[in-house]
């Protein structure tokens, strides 16, 4: 196979840029008179959704562990009845403490009662939803909720999610453990088929053929016929309903208002049951930025709900990376190391920063600064004392 010469290819991509009037050199690793045109295979796509990885910014610097992750680079699993895919530590390596599953159900759609290991946080995106759930000491919740929501579910507490009219909804779940999987959940389905029906029949207290229909597998998501309005659906429970309620509606809440946006955070002082994650919803007016800060408690794992970021991590040692994001994509911060959240598009951008940890704890790198004395601070960085002396003292969030 004959390969074309370095120059014919230059050639074919100059005579292209020309014709099509676009700017070869805005989509290429040139930076000033650094860099040159890529000649080989190529995803430009891909590339131009990550202009910071493709022309870094010369802050960056050293060897940094992977930091993004894409939903739509996930593995979708199809069912009748919905949908869902799962980022977790096998896709994303740094994310050692959280794992995030994005599910789909339709008007009915059953994601079936089920159990797992880990405590069960979740964000829901779209639509209405009815959850359902039983805790250890056997008080029921049976709940509607829509966008805008949170849920908790704790370790080992069983539960069911069911997609409600006119068009189901769409959630983000998030998990307190990097490892985590969908599949390893304990579904009432999956055990029926493996235990004795007579064994079942007894526990029940039901007669044996009673059971002749189960499924002989895990059914995972399935469609199902819409449930009744919720005052009908409920179930009532001699001991009474569970003792802490396990939904927040985190977008009726008052935000934090600052100069570019918002900030609305939901942890164990106002979501007391949420012993297991903390969260904070953040929107960034277009021109404006998440500050610099860092989180002493624990690591950030970020899920994009809406518009374009950047962001620069600085992990000591000289090393910094920038790396982009849009909706749907998961961002991942060790803890301590500083950070800030720039919004790159025409929109406002929306997003969570999630925490294993009872309560969401940051700290300001401006507020550092203007708390300490002006002259100390001075003589580090050759700033003029007027200067800092001027810095606001308050945190904003959002600047």
């Known amino acids: 196979m004959n390969l074309p010469d370095r120059r014919s290819v230059l050639a074919a991509a100059a005579a292209f840029g020309a014709t099509a009037g676009a700017s070869v050199q805005g989509s290429e690793p040139i930076i000033g008179n650094k860099g ?19 022309r870094p910014p010369s802050t960056d610097h050293g060897s940094m562990p992977n930091l993004r992750f894409s939903f739509a680079d996930a593995h979708m699993k199809v069912r009748e009845g919905g949908w869902s895919r799962e980022v977790t530590q096998r896709e994303l390596a740094i994310s050692t403490t959280m794992a995030g599953v994005n599910m789909r159900l339709t008007p009915g759609g059953v994601r079936e009662m089920h159990w797992h290991k880990q405590a069960e946080w979740s ?14 000491d056997g008080h029921n919740f049976i709940a509607d909720v829509g966008a805008g929501d949170l849920w908790y579910f704790p370790s080992g507490i069983p539960h069911s999610i069911q997609g409600l009219p006119d068009e189901g909804c769409e959630f983000l779940l998030a998990f307190p453990d990097g490892k985590f999987s969908e599949d390893s959940t304990f579904a009432i389905t999956d055990l029926f088929a493996h235990n004795d ?80 994650v903390a969260a904070a ?17 624990a690591d950030e794992w970020q899920y994009y709900i809406s518009g374009q970021a950047r962001m620069t991590v ?86």
């Open 36 to 54: 040159t045109t890529i000649i080989g295979p190529r995803n430009a796509q891909r590339e131009d959704q990550n202009p910071n990885i493709l």
């Open 123 to 136: 964000f829901m995106l779209a639509g209405k939803a009815r959850i359902t759930a039983v805790d250890n």
């Open 197 to 276: 029906p007579g064994v079942l029949a007894k526990t029940l207290g039901v007669q044996r053929d009673a059971l002749d229909r189960i499924p002989k597998e895990e059914r995972f998501i399935f469609q199902a016929e819409p449930p009744p309005a919720l005052p009908s659906d409920e179930v009532h429970d001699p001991l009474g309903a569970v003792p802490l309620d396990m939904v927040f509606r985190l977008t009726q809440q008052p935000p934090t208002q600052s100069a570019g946006g918002n900030v609305r955070i939901a942890d164990m002082r106002n979501f007391p049951i949420s012993s297991d």
């Open 281 to 297: 919803l953040v929107e960034v007016n277009p021109g404006h930025m998440r500050e610099l800060h860092w989180h002493p408690n």
């Open 314 to 399: 600085f992990a000591a040692e000289a090393r910094a990376r920038t790396f982009d994001y849009r909706a749907g994509d998961v961002g991942y911060v060790p803890m301590s190391m500083s950070h800030f959240i720039e919004n790159t598009g025409n929109e406002p951008l929306r997003f969570l920063e999630l925490f294993k940890a009872p309560r969401f704890v940051d700290v300001s790198l401006t507020q550092w600064m203007a708390l300490t004395p002006p002259e100390l601070v001075a003589a580090h960085l050759n700033i003029d004392r007027a200067v800092i002396e001027k810095l606001r003292k308050d945190k904003q969030p959002v600047v």
